[in-house]
């Protein structure tokens, strides 16, 4: 019985006829169901979609209702749970990406398959890592799938933040640290909650995600930039501000920005912090090792999709290429 697993605007899955669909990017009004791995924009697109049931944790779901809108014709799979599509199993694991965040088992007759979506292979500040799962095909991200990326230890990188946050403050100037609203901005205020006593004052996107955080037991101590609390605690200028990457603070001199991010590593000009909420390479070629598939497929790395690949079947010598280039078919 043929197995095929396909880049078609996401990840398909399919076997004896039944096919299932995870994180797509294009709406395909033939599916009836897609299996969303995390809230972050390029894996969710899916909820956009108005003719299929989404199915998530729901802490995905309840970010992106934060994110966008409510969210209709929804279907939990919580982390450790269950659900059958025909003869299929899906199982849902921890990815360790971001809050809510799974990798998804496939469980068939003949074998298995697992699509990892984002995933952190080490704990992280506030999140553990992700679960590996023995099966025949993976299917793993590869953002970070070059040899140049290795970070460096998640503490020692939180402790050099503090440390350039007090310099920063002694000079005159307000610490302010642009990463991802939702996962690496929760990795900082965490870091700054356990290695040292400056407040943190959040960005408004970056507080909703927070507060979210904190409603599932992450406790995670900040002002909310639009409260009144943080008005007074600003005028002191002895605090750190979290805010989205993107946001713009040319039009205002009293902060000095700094990127915290994987990219951070090939960013040499200006002092940014390497930290993440994937895996780098090191963690990816860990995670494969463990999980120990007769067949690894890349996806969502670019260019790295090819590189990784080639890196697995020669360290590893597992048969391993990227998906997007053709579909994968596997008789069973």
Same mark, same amino acid.
């Given at each position: 019985?043929?197995?095929?697993?396909?880049?078609?605007?996401?990840?398909?899955?399919?076997?004896?006829?039944?096919?299932?669909?995870?994180?797509?990017?294009?709406?395909?009004?033939? +599916?009836?169901?897609?299996?969303?791995?995390?809230?972050?924009?390029?894996? @969710? %697109?899916?909820?956009?979609?108005?003719?299929?049931?989404?199915? @998530?944790?729901?802490?995905?779901?309840?970010?992106?209702?934060?994110?966008?809108? =409510?969210?209709? *014709?929804?279907?939990?799979?919580?982390?450790?749970?269950?659900?059958?599509?025909?003869?299929?199993?899906?199982?849902?694991?921890?990815?360790?990406?971001?809050?809510?965040? &799974?990798?998804?088992?496939?469980?068939?007759?003949?074998?298995? /398959?697992?699509?990892?979506?984002?995933?952190?292979?080490?704990? @992280?500040?506030?999140?553990?890592?992700?679960?590996?799962? @023995?099966?025949?095909?993976?299917?793993?991200?590869?953002?970070?799938?070059?040899?140049?990326?290795?970070?460096?230890?998640? #503490? &020692?990188?939180?402790?050099?933040?503090?440390?350039? !946050?007090?310099?920063?403050?002694? *000079?005159?100037?307000?610490? !302010?640290?642009?990463? #991802?609203?939702?996962?690496?901005?929760?990795?900082?205020? %965490?870091?700054?909650?356990?290695?040292?006593?400056?407040?943190?004052?959040?960005?408004? =996107? /970056?507080?909703?995600?927070?507060?979210?955080?904190?409603?599932?037991?992450?406790?995670?101590?900040?002002?909310?930039?639009?409260?009144?609390?943080?008005?007074?605690?600003?005028? *002191?200028?002895?605090?750190?501000?979290?805010?989205?990457?993107?946001?713009?603070? $040319?039009? +205002?001199?009293?902060?000095?920005?700094?990127?915290?991010?994987?990219?951070?590593?090939?960013?040499? %000009?200006?002092?940014?912090?390497?930290?993440?909420?994937?895996?780098?390479?090191?963690?990816?070629?860990?995670?494969?090792?463990?999980?120990?598939?007769?067949?690894?497929?890349?996806?969502?790395?670019?260019?790295?999709? +090819? *590189?990784?690949?080639?890196?697995?079947?020669?360290? $590893?010598?597992?048969?391993? =290429?990227?998906?997007?280039?053709?579909? &994968?078919?596997?008789? $069973?």
């Amino acid at each position: 019985m043929p197995l095929t697993v396909e880049w078609n605007g996401g990840i398909s899955v399919e076997y004896c006829q039944t096919k299932l669909v995870f994180d797509p990017h294009k709406n395909n009004h033939f +599916y009836a169901k897609v299996f969303v791995s995390h809230a972050h924009y390029d894996h @969710s %697109k899916g909820f956009e979609f108005r003719n299929c049931i989404k199915v @998530s944790t729901q802490e995905t779901k309840e970010i992106i209702e934060t994110y966008r809108k =409510r969210v209709e *014709s929804w279907q939990l799979l919580p982390i450790g749970g269950v659900t059958e599509v025909d003869d299929l199993k899906v199982v849902s694991h921890n990815a360790g990406h971001v809050l809510g965040s &799974t990798l998804f088992e496939i469980v068939t007759p003949e074998c298995c /398959v697992v699509y990892t979506g984002d995933l952190q292979f080490k704990n @992280s500040l506030t999140l553990k890592g992700a679960e590996p799962v @023995s099966c025949d095909v993976l299917i793993i991200e590869c953002t970070f799938g070059s040899k140049s990326f290795k970070f460096p230890e998640r #503490d &020692t990188v939180a402790q050099e933040m503090v440390r350039w !946050a007090e310099k920063t403050i002694e *000079s005159g100037k307000i610490p !302010a640290f642009k990463a #991802d609203s939702l996962g690496n901005a929760q990795e900082v205020t %965490k870091a700054f909650n356990t290695y040292s006593n400056l407040p943190v004052i959040a960005h408004q =996107r /970056v507080a909703q995600m927070n507060e979210i955080y904190n409603a599932k037991g992450h406790h995670l101590k900040f002002m909310n930039a639009r409260s009144e609390e943080a008005s007074e605690m600003a005028s *002191s200028k002895e605090f750190v501000f979290v805010a989205p990457k993107n946001i713009n603070l $040319l039009n +205002y001199p009293e902060f000095e920005p700094t990127l915290v991010s994987g990219w951070a590593l090939w960013e040499k %000009k200006n002092k940014n912090f390497a930290l993440s909420d994937h895996a780098d390479f090191d963690q990816l070629m860990d995670f494969v090792k463990v999980c120990k598939p007769r067949t690894v497929l890349t996806c969502f790395g670019g260019r790295f999709n +090819y *590189s990784f690949a080639k890196q697995v079947e020669r360290e $590893l010598r597992i048969e391993s =290429r990227p998906l997007n280039l053709i579909p &994968t078919k596997f008789f $069973l």
